[in-house]
């Protein structure tokens, strides 16, 4: 395969890997815990978007702060796993300078 070949198959995977997250950003995921005591819901492309507990569990007053915690909680540790995924990855692209390509 020659450069010119290689450097084009690497522009094309660029924008599909574009695409499919754009499209992932669109789509949620909705899980429950607990018999539905607890739902959390999330983006495709691991945005955390909302956290709902059953207020039976707990006072009107710490549901809603509770339910602010866990979501501050979810998002940075969605964040730092994020920035461990981006060093891995770095690793495997080994200095090809193909920003975007993961």
Known sequence: MNLNKLLKEAQRMQKEVLRIQEELAKKKVEVTAGGGAV??????????????????????????MLE????AAFREALEKSKKLAEEELKKVQGGLGLPGLF
């Open 39 to 64: 739902k959390v819901v999330v983006s495709g492309s691991q945005e955390p978007l909302e956290v709902k507990i059953q207020p039976d569990l707990l006072s009107a007053e710490e549901v809603e």
């Open 68 to 71: 602010d915690l866990i979501l």
